[in-house]
């Protein structure tokens, strides 16, 4: 498993989205189905997240040579990649394996 902070799922996307992600992550609206550790250095988490509609997402989880992490997610919903519901279960995932 690939460990990644709070500051790693900021950089991944704009302050309004991370804003908004982190309300819905405090109301409980993710829900993770599945993550996989593809190789030792790229993980992917499949969740799902109520907005207007039920969005799928998946979110990549990737560390460099350096040790370095990055996140980029993608969402079923219009806006599509590193939305808030990318942060909502990016920061759930975080909360059920004991990151945060």
Not at 16 to 23: I, L, P, T, Y
Not at 58 to 73: E, N, Q
Not at 85 to 96: D, G, P
């Amino acid at each position: 498993m690939i460990n990644y902070t709070l500051q790693d799922v900021a950089a991944m996307t704009s302050d309004a989205f991370f804003n908004r992600g982190s309300d819905y992550f405090k109301e409980q609206r993710s829900a993770i189905r599945d993550f996989e550790m593809i190789s030792h250095d790229l993980m992917v988490i499949s969740a799902v997240t109520k907005g207007s509609a039920n969005y799928v997402q998946s979110i990549s989880v990737m560390r460099d040579d350096m040790g370095a992490v990055k996140l980029k997610g993608r969402c079923s919903c219009p806006v599509g990649r590193e939305c808030k519901h990318v942060v909502s279960s990016a920061l759930t995932f975080m909360l059920e394996h004991n990151f945060i």
